[in-house]
């Protein structure tokens, strides 16, 4: 699908444009804590393949993998650097390279971790897992983590039905909207 053409496309040259972005936040990474720059994580995507999703590390080496807002103090495993990182959204650049290899786009339902069977379902159930996860989505500017899984597969569902360019701008233009306000976002204390 050329569309799915030029998201990749866009990646890349977001890539290559942020690329001193990405080498301070590498940087300061290192230095804050031990253990990869990189925190690649197991998830579920298209047609419920699995797929390594890539983040910059924002917590501690050690910490369970579950989702953050399921831990029971995840204050204690988010690093210095890491709660800013998280505050700006800045350690969700590196799914740009997701996009890139084609296993993600810009906008569509947010990747399932491997583990969490009961939205891996529904949405199978929904009839969304045939499509991409995105970066962001309908459900991530409706509510994020704080969704019900049952009101976020619907939002999922809503977005499969309307997607097209303009809606995914507008997801787009909302999340930029949220990420400045820091809304829904699990940055610890």
């Not at 897992?129 to 569902?157: C, F, H, M, S």
């Not at 039905?161 to 809304?183: A, L, N, Y």
Request: hydrophobic letters at 45%.
């Amino acid at each position: 699908m050329v569309y799915h053409f030029i998201q990749r496309f866009a990646a890349l040259l977001l890539c290559l444009l942020l690329s001193p972005l990405f080498l301070i936040l590498a940087l300061a990474i290192k230095i804050d804590s031990k253990g990869p720059v990189l925190f690649r994580q197991r998830r579920i995507g298209q047609y419920n393949r699995e797929f390594m999703i890539l983040k910059f590390r924002s917590m501690r080496t050690d910490t369970p993998d579950v989702a953050t807002h399921l831990l029971q103090d995840p204050n204690q495993y988010i690093t210095r650097v890491g709660r800013i990182l998280r505050k700006t959204s800045l350690d969700e650049l590196p799914q740009l390279f997701n996009i890139v290899g084609g296993s993600m786009l810009f906008v569509g339902p947010r990747p399932a971790l491997y583990n969490q069977y009961d939205l891996i379902e529904m949405r199978k159930q929904a009839g969304v897992d045939v499509l991409k996860p995105g970066i962001t989505g309908w459900a991530q500017v409706n509510g994020r983590d704080e969704l019900p899984l049952d009101v976020k597969v619907g939002y999922d569902r809503v977005y499969a039905e309307k997607r097209s360019f303009w809606f995914d701008c507008k997801i787009m233009w909302m999340t930029i909207g949220k990420v400045f306000r820091h809304e829904g976002v699990h940055e610890g204390a």
